[in-house]
């Protein structure tokens, strides 16, 4: 079945510095969906950004991220952290809405940002 | 803005017992899901509905059973509650072409 690899647990930076959180994925579908999702602390997961298209870079929030399917990867990235950046991050994928939405998640990775 | 609620927001129950866990949209939505979420495992799909009276099993649906009365009321029922079902409930809905939106969760804890 599909799958989705979050490698890091935790990341923790001082505020300022790059974020980089990674994200692969196994699936079958040669269309996938790749979304990333936050979540804050005693807060639902909510969407951050999700992309469809080959190479193409989707931006939302002062954050980034690139599909690349040649390498089954959805990075997330932002070029300065911020306190408020603090949170859980989901990197999720679904087959399409032909699907239904239905997502199959990461094990997440918490970001913990410092002064 | 989308509006999933669930209740109870949380819950300690008893080995053995019958917890039902409920969920209500207020967005028209056709798709209702349920996902469990615990430290390392991120959160895993165990039920899902596409319409009112139609469930379908997700990735982990041993020991949950779901019902989709209406549209809007989608809950997740554990009928012999055990330790390994404690975690927080997340539901959520969505359509075809729109992102899914999330409930605030509910904690359950198993005694």
């Known amino acids: 079945g599909d799958s989705v690899t979050q490698t890091e647990g935790l990341v923790t930076l001082t505020e300022g510095l790059p974020v980089m959180l990674n994200c692969t994925y196994q699936?079958?579908?040669?269309?996938?969906?790749l979304f990333w999702y936050v979540q804050h602390l005693n807060e639902s997961p909510r969407l951050l950004l999700k992309?469809?298209?080959?190479?193409k870079r989707t931006e939302h929030q002062g954050f980034h991220a690139t599909l690349h399917k040649s390498s089954s990867s959805f990075h997330l990235q932002k070029s300065s952290a911020q306190l408020s950046d603090s949170a859980l991050y989901y990197c999720?994928?679904?087959?399409?809405?032909?699907?239904?939405?239905?997502?199959?998640f990461g094990q997440g990775t918490i970001l913990k940002v410092y002064l | 803005e989308a509006a999933v609620t669930q209740s109870p927001r949380s819950k300690v129950a008893v080995t053995g017992g019958k917890v039902t866990l409920s969920c209500h949209q207020t967005?028209?939505?056709?798709?209702m899901y349920w996902y469990r979420q615990d430290t390392g495992h991120g959160l895993r799909l165990i039920h899902y509905?596409?319409?009112?009276?139609?469930?379908e099993k997700g990735d982990i649906p041993d020991g949950y059973k779901a019902s989709r009365p209406s549209q809007e009321n989608f809950s997740l029922i554990l009928e012999l509650a055990s330790l390994s079902q404690t975690a927080v409930y997340f539901c959520?809905?969505?359509?075809?072409?729109?992102?899914?939106?999330f409930g605030k969760g509910t904690r359950l804890t198993v005694v």
């Open positions: 959520a809905s969505s359509d075809t072409n729109t992102e899914v939106f």
């Open positions: 967005n028209n939505h056709d798709y």
């Open positions: 992309s469809f298209t080959d190479n």
């Open positions: 699936t079958i579908y040669s269309n996938p969906f």
């Open positions: 999720a994928l679904s087959d399409g809405p032909s699907s239904g939405q239905k997502l199959v």
């Open positions: 509905s596409y319409v009112a009276d139609s469930t």
